[in-house]
């Protein structure tokens, strides 16, 4: 079993950045795909962003191209989402995902996180 824990989450105002963090309670599987995911009240569970843990593959959805930033640290088993210039629309909870993905469909991520919530105010 993997557990996922994700912070940094908190209120920002727009324009303003976030990084979040997402610790692995273990070593997760070598060819795992890290993805960031996130749900905004009312709407769907949408894709941020995903890496792989070779650091081979990197994948951002719409919403996060050339704003957010996927990075790892294979050494303390913590990926990261560095957010710049966030707007109110970026509001939502945004959760750490693990699993034999190829990148942004949901279902093919085994393990979650609880998830950080992230405000930010126009």
């Known amino acids: 079993q993997v557990q996922l824990v994700e912070s940094g989450g908190g209120l920002v105002q727009a324009g303003g950045s976030l990084r979040l963090s997402c610790v692995a309670s273990?070593?997760?599987?070598?060819?795992?795909?890290m993805g960031w995911f996130r749900r905004a009240p009312g709407k769907e569970r949408e894709f941020v962003a995903a890496?792989?843990?070779?650091?081979?593959?990197?994948s951002y959805g719409d919403s996060a191209k050339g704003r957010f930033t996927i990075s790892k640290d294979n050494a303390k088993n913590t990926v990261y989402l560095q957010m710049n210039s966030l707007k109110p629309e970026d509001t939502a909870v945004y959760y750490c995902?693990?699993?034999?993905?190829?990148?942004?469909?949901?279902?093919?991520?085994?393990?979650w996180g609880q998830g950080t919530q992230v405000t930010v105010s126009s």
């Open positions: 890496i792989s843990w070779s650091g081979g593959y990197i």
């Open positions: 995902a693990a699993g034999f993905a190829s990148g942004s469909v949901r279902q093919e991520y085994k393990y």
């Open positions: 273990r070593r997760t599987f070598s060819n795992f795909v």
